[in-house]
């Protein structure tokens, strides 16, 4: 009896035993997996790079090229006028070279400035020209930056339309041969291709890629080398000249786009229209845009148009109603598009025109150029959310201060410019006559080759 009790007793204390033991580990997965479990992460090795800046190359468009003077030769283009060029560098002068400008008779001009390295810092370099025009076909004040080549580029005020002769200009800087892609959008679509040989300017009539299209966009795609892309415009109305344009190419589609300084002209005698209008393309697919409208020096919006846009087909609104004066032009939309604004002044019974291209955002320095020929201004709008400083250098010294969202302008005399903001803003230059004087030209101001920021390398 005893041994039966100590069995017993024995047994009991092994269950009980277990049944701790099966509580303890109970609790230990539960506390297990209730605490936070180790992070296994892999880090990729990763360093900033400084990329090491090639040589600052700019392309000045030439002479002005005339179509149609004689009637037996459609296809002849003549040399109306070269234009007044403006060169400033820093240090150092910039290599100069002619590019060849085989299918045009008496022209000149058209030329490479090349700033080299010094070490792995690229000079900063600017360069713009001037022309004014008075002939029986031709009349009208054009001014445009001489520009960067690239490999892609929008041309965007493009006019086949009766009296036009718009000429697309085609400069290949480099030792190789391009090939160059012309997509039209339009009423139709239309793909032409045009090979521009090394250190050479191609021009070809607008008209021989776009006939038949209303509100010409056309995508310039490069490959083997980078190509300066540009429109010479001239516009004849009932046997009379009014206006020419140099149209420079505009970089890609994008959501939000922002025109400042768009000139804005009181209607002529027996016009309704004060002739500022807006093309828009969506390239891809449909999307709904908004135009807004402000004056400049203010963030105040005056105006806001909703434009629907089918993909692949231009279309044109007018900004009716506006007063007189100077504005800034917000496109925001759902999808990818790019846009231009024409601005149109009349004095007495002459006319000019001019398109204004979007004005990316920019917060490093840069150096522009003013060319002679008219009065210019400098157009600012802030595109950051705290206040900015603009330190303006060269020809006039300012210090340019803007809330934010705010708008500013500034006259300049001829000359040479830096632009250094302490943030991001849109900038351009606008070029107008007096009352007097139907002359009106703009640009807006891009970031130079010598202001790439660092990279971040990862593997």
């Known amino acids: 009896m005893k041994e039966r009790t100590i069995r017993l007793a024995a047994t009991g204390s092994r269950i009980a035993m277990g049944?701790?033991?099966?509580?303890?580990?109970?609790?230990?997965?539960?506390?297990?997996?209730?605490?936070?479990?180790?992070?296994?992460?892999?880090?990729?090795?990763?360093?900033?790079?400084?990329?090491?800046?090639?040589?600052?190359?700019?392309v000045c468009n030439g002479s002005f090229r005339a179509l149609g003077r004689d009637a037996s030769r459609?296809?002849?283009?003549?040399?109306?006028?070269?234009?007044?060029?403006?060169?400033?560098?820093?240090?150092?002068?910039?290599?100069?070279?002619?590019?060849?400008?085989?299918?045009?008779?008496?022209?000149?001009?058209?030329?490479?400035?090349?700033?080299?390295?010094?070490?792995?810092?690229?000079?900063?370099?600017?360069?713009?020209?001037?022309?004014?025009?008075?002939?029986?076909?031709?009349?009208?004040?054009?001014?445009?930056?001489?520009?960067?080549?690239?490999?892609?580029?929008?041309?965007?005020?493009g006019d086949v339309s009766t009296g036009a002769s718009d000429v697309i200009l085609?400069?290949?800087?480099?030792?190789?041969?391009?090939?160059?892609?012309?997509?039209?959008?339009?009423?139709?679509?239309?793909?032409?291709?045009?090979?521009?040989?090394?250190?050479?300017?191609v021009g070809l009539p607008l008209a021989s890629v776009a006939s038949g299209q209303q509100y010409p966009v056309v995508q310039v795609t490069a490959d083997g080398a980078p190509v300066r892309a540009s429109l010479q415009s001239g516009l004849v109305r009932t046997l009379e000249p009014v206006g020419i344009d140099i149209q420079d190419g505009a970089s890609g589609a994008q959501n939000h786009l922002m025109l400042v300084g768009v000139q804005v002209a009181p209607p002529a005698e027996g016009d309704d229209a004060n002739g500022a209008v807006v093309r828009l393309l969506a390239p891809g697919e449909d999307t709904e845009a908004t135009v807004r409208v402000r004056p400049s020096g203010s963030t105040?919006?005056?105006?806001?148009?909703?434009?629907?846009?089918?993909?692949?087909?231009?279309?044109?609104?007018?900004?009716?109603?506006?007063?007189?004066?100077?504005?800034?032009?917000?496109?925001?939309?759902?999808?990818?598009?790019?846009?231009?604004?024409?601005?149109?002044?009349?004095?007495?019974?002459?006319?000019?025109?001019?398109?204004?291209?979007?004005a990316p955002q920019n917060a490093a320095e840069s150096m522009f150029s003013v060319p002679a020929g008219q009065p210019a201004t400098l157009y600012l709008r802030s595109a950051a959310e705290e206040a900015v400083t603009v330190e303006l250098g060269g020809a006039r010294t300012q210090s340019i201060e803007l809330a934010p969202g705010g708008s500013a302008s500034v006259p300049l005399p001829e000359g040479g410019y830096t632009l250094e903001p302490s943030g991001p803003v849109h900038a351009a230059v606008g070029m107008r006559g007096g009352e007097d004087e139907a002359a009106v030209a703009g640009w807006p101001l891009w970031a130079t080759a010598a202001t790439q920021q660092p990279i971040v390398v990862r593997r």
């Open 19 to 58: 049944a701790i033991v099966a509580v303890a580990c109970a609790a230990g997965v539960a506390g297990a997996v209730a605490a936070p479990w180790p992070d296994i992460e892999h880090r990729p090795a990763s360093t900033t790079v400084a990329p090491v800046p090639g040589d600052t190359v700019l």
């Open 300 to 358: 105040a919006v005056i105006d806001e148009y909703p434009v629907s846009l089918v993909g692949g087909t231009p279309v044109e609104m007018a900004l009716t109603g506006i007063p007189a004066g100077a504005y800034d032009v917000e496109v925001e939309a759902g999808g990818p598009v790019v846009a231009a604004a024409r601005q149109r002044v009349h004095a007495g019974a002459r006319a000019d025109f001019a398109w204004m291209l979007p």
């Open 74 to 157: 459609a296809d002849l283009m003549l040399a109306a006028a070269a234009p007044r060029v403006r060169v400033d560098a820093g240090a150092a002068e910039p290599k100069t070279d002619d590019l060849a400008m085989p299918e045009l008779e008496g022209g000149s001009g058209a030329r490479v400035l090349t700033g080299a390295v010094e070490g792995r810092t690229a000079p900063l370099l600017a360069a713009s020209e001037s022309i004014s025009l008075d002939e029986e076909d031709l009349r009208g004040f054009a001014a445009a930056p001489c520009r960067e080549p690239s490999m892609s580029s929008w041309l965007l005020g």
């Open 170 to 201: 085609l400069s290949n800087p480099g030792s190789v041969p391009a090939t160059v892609q012309l997509d039209v959008y339009g009423g139709a679509r239309a793909v032409s291709t045009v090979v521009v040989p090394a250190r050479t300017q």
